[in-house]
């Protein structure tokens, strides 16, 4: 069975770090572009991040760059993001997808397959 599984939310202070990780299971996603998207309130699920699948290439939503870094880890079969300064708007739920036929695309649509989320909560 093909799983991504996050993990890592919770509820931090705003200004705190947080490092969310997604687990890779079911096959390999050595060739995959992984992304991360993220759901706040009463809103629809957006782009936050995506990186390569040979990590050489990576993309940050404008709302998140300087704060936020996406990483792989092949070996392991594991994505992460390291969210730094984190401010009450990036209460979300936080997804990990893989995208086998684009290279670092933006676009929910290109995805194949996505973890069941992370919550995340940031307070003042």
């Known amino acids: 069975q093909v799983q991504l599984v996050e993990s890592g939310g919770g509820l931090v202070q705003a200004g705190g770090p947080l490092r969310l990780s997604c687990a890779a299971s079911?096959?390999?996603?050595?060739?995959?572009?992984m992304g991360w998207f993220r759901q706040a309130p009463g809103k629809e699920r957006a782009f936050v991040a995506v990186?390569?699948?040979?990590?050489?290439?990576?993309y940050y939503a404008d709302s998140v760059k300087g704060r936020f870094t996406i990483s792989r880890d092949v070996a392991k079969i594991a994505l992460t993001l390291q969210i730094n300064s984190l401010k009450l708007e990036d209460t979300a739920v936080y997804y990990c997808?893989?995208?086998?036929?684009?290279?670092?695309?933006?676009?929910?649509?290109?995805?194949?397959?996505w973890g069941q989320g992370t919550q995340v909560t940031v307070s003042s």
């Open positions: 997808a893989a995208a086998g036929g684009s290279w670092a695309p933006t676009a929910q649509n290109q995805y194949d397959f």
């Open positions: 079911g096959r390999s996603f050595s060739r995959d572009a």
């Open positions: 990186i390569s699948w040979t990590s050489t290439t990576k």
